[in-house]
């Protein structure tokens, strides 16, 4: 099994940054990509950024110029900076690793942790 524990988030003024934190740790060999999901009340959890084992990155279109996610290896942790805040980022943010194979696939989740933007 893979163990996923958050910190960071809080309660931030718009136009300010948070920092979310997210380190793996148990069964971590063969984890390729990691990510955040965010949902917000009566919304469905959705993407808002990936990076692959090679550091390949992907970005949600409405957070793309304001977040940047990065990964350490080394230390299986992965980061969310998350710059000029909207009180529409307001949501609990997941942290994800996935394992992938030809033949496996298993996606393991963190705890969440609210991020609330106030105007």
């Known amino acids: 099994q893979v163990q996923l524990v958050q910190s960071g988030g809080g309660l931030v003024e718009a136009g300010g940054s948070l920092r979310l934190s997210c380190a793996a740790s148990?069964?971590?060999?063969?984890?390729?990509?990691m990510g955040w999901y965010r949902q917000a009340p009566g919304n469905q959890r959705g993407l808002v950024a990936t990076?692959?084992?090679?550091?390949?990155?992907y970005y949600a279109d409405s957070v793309k110029g304001r977040f940047t996610i990065s990964r350490d290896n080394a230390k299986n942790t992965v980061d969310l900076q998350m710059n000029s805040l909207k009180p529409e980022d307001t949501a609990v943010y997941y942290c994800?690793?996935?394992?992938?194979?030809?033949?496996?696939?298993?996606?393991?989740w963190g705890q969440g942790t609210q991020v609330t933007v106030s105007s």
């Open positions: 990076i692959t084992s090679g550091g390949r990155t």
């Open positions: 148990g069964s971590i060999f063969g984890i390729t990509d």
């Open positions: 994800k690793a996935e394992k992938n194979g030809r033949a496996y696939h298993q996606d393991y």
